[in-house]
T-cell receptor, first 115, second 111 residues
Framework: EAGVAQSPRYKIIEKRQSVAFWCNPISGHATLYWYQQILGQGPKLLIQFQNNGVVDDSQLPKDRFSAERLKGVDSTLKIQPAKLEDSAVYLC?????????????FGPGTRLTVL | KQEVTQIPAALSVPEGENLVLNCSFTDSAIYNLQWFRQDPGKGLTSLLLIQSSQREQTSGRLNASLDKSSGRSTLYIAASQPGDSATYLCAVYTGANNLFFGTGTRLTVIP
């Protein structure tokens, strides 16, 4: 079974630029999550999708971050404009069928550096 | 708000030693607790998941315990190996599929 795929793996941009990350979850997984992991901290949930609908985006900085999951499969996370404090690893995870006791499977992450 | 703390932040042990990693959480109203392993440049790999009704789970050389009432969990690694070197994260499941992560313990096993 293929795992969660993310691209790019690394991205370096200057502040105020825009950036987008892509995630392809495990086939058949209805629930998709985006996490932000700042160096030395644990991952923090940014947004959770169930199919193509948003379940929780309470910690997503909506003035600059946006995410979509068209067709309920792949997802993109965008930052516009980026700030220095956005430097982090952005992790995508998926689960099926998204039950409370279900395990989330994580992708390798995208390491973003904002200069 | 749920807060998860892990102690120590970093740990170095010689190969073959048994070790314990600690995790504490502030709100005992959890559905389960999960231990993850994170290797540099890679995502998280689930190691053990303990349901709130369980006291412990074992997988190979790993044993995780849960004391929900006191808000504590431990991960015991027996006969440590250099390949165990990684960051270990604990996370608690609250409602609505929310995973709250600790800050992790960076383990180095010295050959």
């Amino acid at each position: 079974e293929a795992g969660v795929a993310q691209s790019p793996r690394y991205k370096i941009i200057e502040k105020r630029q825009s950036v987008a990350f892509w995630c392809n979850p495990i086939s058949g997984h209805a629930t998709l999550y985006w996490y932000q992991q700042i160096l030395g901290q644990g991952p923090k949930l940014l947004i959770q999708f169930q199919n193509n609908g948003v379940v929780d985006d309470s910690q997503l900085p909506k003035d600059r971050f946006s995410a979509e999951r068209l067709k309920g499969v792949d997802s993109t996370l965008k930052i516009q404009p980026a700030k220095l404090e956005d430097s982090a690893v952005y992790l995508c995870a998926s689960s099926y069928p998204g039950l409370i006791t279900d395990t989330q499977y994580f992708g390798p992450g995208t390491r973003l550096t904002v200069l | 708000k749920q807060e998860v703390t892990q102690i120590p932040a970093a740990l170095s042990v010689p190969e073959g030693e048994n070790l314990v990693l600690n995790c504490s959480f502030t709100d005992s109203a959890i559905y389960n607790l999960q231990w993850f392993r994170q290797d540099p440049g890679k995502g998280l790999t689930s190691l053990l998941l303990i349901q709130s009704s369980q006291r412990e789970q074992t997988s190979g050389r790993l044993n995780a315990s849960l004391d929900k009432s006191s808000g504590r969990s431990t991960l015991y690694i027996a006969a440590s190996q250099p390949g165990d070197s990684a960051t270990y994260l604990c996370a608690v499941y609250t409602g609505a599929n929310n995973l709250f992560f600790g800050t992790g313990t960076r383990l180095t096993v010295i050959p």
